[in-house]
């Protein structure tokens, strides 16, 4: 009886050693990724174009999560994030997305309580579009901000705080590049979810040129 103890003890070891060490290789090709986009970006403005091709979508937002989660933590906020996206190919600037989803996970980082409070960050495909969401349970909007919340100059945070460039230059980034759309719900109180909806271009294999 020990010895069949002993065994599954034993296969459950390697198995959660197999879990942590795949956990580590997920980790460090995220910071490996994300310390990439962050040296193809850091010489330009904000919004401003790089360059443009085929990229994988799924590795450039969990750089981006794996990035900004310990700056989240810090804040008392949880990250998550969840994708039922393998990989798919998007046409545009990876650095420019890279940016647009960190803009959205600093705002939402910023509107929570902290206290064990999370942001959510989802990609899903629905139909010829890809979903991509970030939501908090934080402070909310209050509703006559919301028709100007993507206005340049338009801010909600204290002097010092916000510039009110940040969405503006994110629903650019999402139109004008990737032809897709944001939109934003929020309840005082209870938190905001933005969706970034980008289609989908026609795919081809990997490998090819």
């Known amino acids: 009886m020990d010895a069949i103890r002993n065994a599954s003890l034993a296969d459950l070891d390697r198995t959660l050693r197999s879990g942590l060490l ?3 290789a ?3 090709e995220g910071i490996e990724q994300a310390a990439e986009y962050l040296r193809s970006i850091q010489d330009r403005p904000f919004g401003g174009a790089g360059h443009m ?3 994988d979508v799924t590795p450039v937002i969990r750089s981006c999560v794996t990035l900004e989660r310990p700056l989240a933590r810090r804040h008392g906020v949880a990250l998550r994030w969840q994708t039922s ?6 046409f545009g600037d990876s650095g420019a997305l890279y940016q647009v989803l960190t803009n959205l996970i600093r705002n939402a980082v910023d509107a929570s309580p902290g206290e064990k409070s999370a942001v959510r960050v989802s990609l899903d495909r629905v139909g010829d579009h890809l979903n991509l969401v970030v939501e908090d349970s934080g402070q909310g909007i209050v509703p006559q901000h ?3 919340i993507f206005d340049r100059g338009f801010t909600t945070k204290p002097p010092g705080k916000g510039s009110g460039i940040g969405l503006a230059v994110v629903k650019e980034i999402t139109e004008a590049m990737f032809g897709g759309t944001i939109g934003v719900e929020s309840r005082v109180g209870a938190g905001t979810t933005f969706t970034l909806v980008l289609p989908i271009p026609p795919q081809r294999d990997s490998a090819s040129p």
Request: no cysteine.
């Open 26 to 28: 997920h980790v460090a």
């Open 85 to 90: 996206v393998d990989s798919l190919y998007l």
């Open 146 to 148: 919301l028709p100007r």
């Open 22 to 24: 795949e956990d580590l």
């Open 53 to 55: 091709g085929r990229f």
